[in-house]
């Protein structure tokens, strides 16, 4: 295969992945009731009415406060984690970094059934506390592996020569080694409020009744009928699942450099 093959077959499959992200965008500036080609005109009438659609408003305000709340708990825990698991050695060390990144490589739907069962076990009903827990139990690993590959590089005489100079451990943690992780730190907690924002597969399991977030208020709108409102509802999921890690590798790119 030629050189010219492999970039049209790249092409294409690049087309394929984005073009239903696209029609989701289009449709959702389309002012007429049903989503058709061609257009019938731009209108930003579907977005006003999701912004009055009380429901929708209640499972993003959801949605942001559980994806804040997982991201800055998963962002600390990853942090203490991270410096325990490089900078120190003790008894079952390996076996600790690998319960931390095994919700990675464990399917969501098997987390989600599990941990439900494990409350049941407990006679604890789902709740709030419950849908938090399991976010976080899904965001934290990318934190760590984030947070870990940066630490890695940062070269401990820093820190030996801070205390050396009368510095505690305290101090030499917010004065020398967070500031060389702050794009590790900024990049894992957008990457974990992009995954907490944007899940559902665990979700279905955690929330309690009552409880939407954005991806199962959209799964519930699609099971009834196809509104115009589910495709504005998906153009603002695309822009901030899309938008955040976009920002995050900025941020991380723009500390690095500023740093060297």
């Known amino acids: 295969m030629g050189a010219a093959s492999i970039r049209a077959f790249t092409i294409f499959v690049y087309i394929f992945m984005f073009a239903p992200i696209m029609v989701v965008v289009l449709l959702s500036f389309n002012s007429a009731q049903f989503g058709s080609f061609p257009i019938e005109g731009f209108s930003l009438r579907w977005f006003e009415e999701l912004a009055n659609n009380a429901a929708i408003v209640r499972a993003l305000k959801t949605s942001l406060v559980l994806a804040i709340l997982s991201s800055t708990i998963s962002t600390t825990m990853g942090i203490l984690a991270s410096l325990a698991l490089v900078r120190y050695d003790f008894p079952g060390k390996s076996w600790i970094n690998t319960l931390l990144v095994a919700p990675v490589l464990i399917p969501e739907t098997v987390l989600g059934v599990g941990l439900l069962l494990f409350m049941l076990w407990l006679s604890q009903p789902r709740s709030f506390p419950i849908l938090l827990l399991g976010h976080i139990l899904i965001s934290l690993p990318y934190v760590v592996l984030v947070v870990q590959a940066r630490l890695i590089g940062v070269k401990r005489v820093y820190e030996e020569a801070a205390m050396s100079l009368g510095a505690s451990r305290m101090q030499t943690f917010f004065t020398i080694t967070f500031p060389l992780l702050l794009p590790a730190v900024i990049a894992g907690a957008l990457f974990a409020f992009t995954i907490s924002f944007d899940n559902i597969t665990a979700t279905v399991f955690w929330r309690p009744p009552g409880t939407e977030t954005v991806p199962t208020q959209i799964y519930g709108m699609l099971r009834n009928s196809i509104s115009p409102e589910i495709n504005a509802l998906g153009t603002v999921m695309i822009i901030i ?20």
């Open 241 to 260: 699942t899309v938008g955040i890690p976009l920002v995050a590798g900025g941020v991380a790119r723009y500390f690095a450099r500023s740093q060297g």
